[in-house]
């Protein structure tokens, strides 16, 4: 069984911060790659940011420089730094991790937390 959690949502006026963070826990062997994704109302969930076990990052183009995405591999968490929010990155927030089970060594599978809602006021 694995569970990630988020944490560090909220609401903020535009131009202000926020700091998400997953947890991903329970029979992990290997993490290959985490990353955040975001769906709004009415949306399709898109991706926002992702980070390799090498330290590789990929960013959704409307939040390159405004976003970083960092992991610790040892504590298997990854948190994403936002700032310089606006209206539009208001979406409910979830973490995803691609990863191999214990015992499942033969393939990865996504895993994904909750989400956590982050609303920008204007």
């Known amino acids: 069984q694995v569970q990630l959690m988020e944490s560090g949502g909220g609401l903020v006026q535009a131009g202000g911060s926020l700091r998400l963070s997953c947890v991903a826990s329970g029979r992990i062997f290997r993490i290959n790659a985490m990353g955040w994704y975001r769906q709004a109302p009415g949306k399709q969930r898109e991706l926002v940011a992702t980070?390799?076990?090498?330290?590789?990052?990929n960013y959704r183009d409307s939040v390159k420089g405004r976003f970083t995405i960092s992991r610790d591999n040892a504590k298997n968490t990854v948190a994403l730094q936002m700032n310089s929010l606006q209206p539009e990155d208001s979406a409910v927030y979830y973490c995803?991790?691609?990863?191999?089970?214990?015992?499942?060594?033969?393939?990865?599978?996504?895993?994904w937390g909750q989400g956590t809602q982050v609303t920008v006021s204007s």
């Open positions: 980070i390799r076990s090498g330290a590789q990052t």
């Open positions: 995803n991790a691609d990863l191999v089970e214990s015992g499942r060594y033969f393939s990865s599978f996504d895993y």
